[in-house]
């Protein structure tokens, strides 16, 4: 089983609705990343929580330490949102583990 | 942006022959690291570096070797590269304040 796993693997959903992506992990962690990576490679960092809420324009990522899940959100989904959305956990040993990744698209 | 930057992109070469890749940082960020990306795998550690001649292994380290010379360059060596190193490798560097992680935009290397 891996340490890091990710739902759904694979979202269509059409412009403006609401999006969920969810993270569960299994290992003790100092923070999680939540991480975009658009077609054609980069990736960026969109958020770094170790516990609570952030929010960042229209996506915001939330974490219950308790619970060992995170939930990435984007309200008011646009094309330009379709991407591959990664969780990756830091266990405080220089050690990041990712998840393999959703793929998300958003349909105009 | 972060100011790390990969170089080559893309590179095709034969088995057997040696390959570095080159990571290039400008932000005097201390940690740097080389991953790998493959279909059905998430990104995974090949080796780290927490300072200049500081390197330590990732999970996926065997056929890879490291070298920091300077803060600004983390260098990944393939001594003699084979098929199964045909991947998407990426650098990072780690914020040492905040912690954020930064990319390179990755290089595509295919060996045939």
């Known amino acids: 089983k891996n340490e890091v796993e990710q739902s759904p693997q694979n979202l269509t959903a059409q412009e403006g609705e609401f999006i969920t992506i969810n993270c569960s992990y299994s290992?003790?962690?100092?923070?999680l990343h939540w991480l975009q990576q658009h077609p054609g490679g980069g990736i960026v960092s969109l958020f770094m929580?170790?516990?609570g809420k952030k929010k960042h324009g229209r996506l915001i990522a939330t974490i219950n330490i308790q619970e060992k899940h995170s939930s990435l959100h984007i309200t008011a989904s646009h094309p330009r949102d379709s991407a591959v959305y990664i969780c990756?956990?830091?266990?405080?040993?220089?050690?990041?583990?990712f998840g393999t990744g959703t793929r998300l698209t958003i349909i105009p | 942006d972060a100011g790390i930057t990969q170089s080559p992109r893309h590179k095709v070469t034969e088995t057997g022959t040696p390959v570095t890749l080159r990571c290039h940082q400008t932000?005097?960020?201390?940690?740097m690291y080389w991953y790998r990306q493959d279909p059905g795998h998430g990104l995974r550690l090949i080796h780290y570096?927490?300072?200049?001649?500081?390197?330590d292994k990732g999970e996926v380290s065997d056929g890879y070797s490291v070298s920091r010379s300077k803060t600004e360059d983390f260098l990944l060596t393939l001594e003699s590269a084979t098929s199964s190193q045909t991947s998407v490798y990426f650098c990072?560097?780690?914020?040492?304040?905040?912690?954020?992680?930064?990319f390179g935009e990755g290089s595509r290397l295919t060996v045939l």
């Open positions: 990072a560097i780690r914020g040492q304040n905040t912690g954020e992680l930064f």
């Open positions: 990756a956990v830091y266990r405080g040993n220089e050690k990041l583990t």
């Open positions: 932000e005097n960020h201390r940690y």
């Open positions: 570096s927490y300072g200049v001649k500081d390197t």
């Open positions: 929580l170790s516990s």
């Open positions: 290992v003790g962690i100092s923070a």
